[in-house]
T-cell receptor
């Protein structure tokens, strides 16, 4: 099993450009998450999905959109990138939210720089 | 709403020193508790977790954590650190039916 994979690993954008980050998991997990990691702030939840075709806002959703067209994929889009979106983005997945024996599995991350 | 605090931003230790990283959470109900580790340039990996039962949880690489419900704490310990333990450590809380909440992280530097 590959677990959780993310593409690309690195990306540099200019302000105003758009891009999509792809997350894929092969563990048949229902839940998927997108986090951003900034120094001293830990991980903050951007958006999450509780199943195919569903999405929900997390703690810091502004400036991002997501889609979950297939159970194994969760896409994060930036329509008009801003320097404040320079961060490391992590995707994670889990069987269920808050369920007994639940844990999140993380991807390797995407380092995004917006100039 | 849940929140998680970690006592130290950056801890510097010499090899063989003992480690204790503090974690406190605010939530009155039943929670699941986790410690994740992030080695330099890598993704988060689960170190250990607590769901129920024995409040002293043993994880990988000699780490353990103790859940003290009355103090809302889940401190991470290791009796003797190694240079390879240099990493960032995140405490996380997950209440039933709610999202995971991560602490801000503690950076551990172990000097050889």
């Amino acid at each position: 099993n590959a677990g959780v994979t993310q593409t690309p690993k690195f990306r540099v954008l200019k302000t105003g450009q758009s891009m999509t980050l792809l997350c894929a998991q092969d563990m048949n997990h229902e839940y998927m998450y997108w986090y951003r990691q900034d120094p001293g702030m830990g991980l903050r939840l951007i958006h999450y999905s509780v199943g195919e075709g569903t999405t929900a806002k997390g703690e810091v959703p502004d400036g991002y959109n997501v889609s979950r067209l297939k159970k194994q994929n969760f896409l994060l889009g930036l329509e008009s990138a801003a320097p404040s979106q320079t961060s490391v983005y992590f995707c994670a997945s889990s069987y269920r939210q808050g369920a007994r024996y639940n844990e999140q599995f993380f991807g390797p991350g995407t380092r995004l720089t917006v100039l | 709403a849940q929140s998680v605090s970690q006592h130290n931003h950056h801890v510097i230790l010499s090899e063989a020193a003992s480690l204790e990283l503090g974690c406190n959470y605010s939530y009155g109900g039943t929670v699941n508790l986790f410690w994740y580790v992030q080695y330099p340039g890598q993704h988060l990996q689960l170190l250990l977790k607590y769901f129920s039962g024995d409040p002293l949880v043993k994880g990988i690489k000699g780490f353990e954590a103790e859940f003290i419900k009355s103090k809302f704490s889940f401190n991470l310990r290791k009796p003797s650190v190694q240079w390879s333990d240099t990493a960032e450590y995140f405490c996380a809380v997950n209440a039933h039916g709610q999202n995971f909440v991560f602490g801000p992280g503690t950076r551990l530097s172990v000097l050889p």
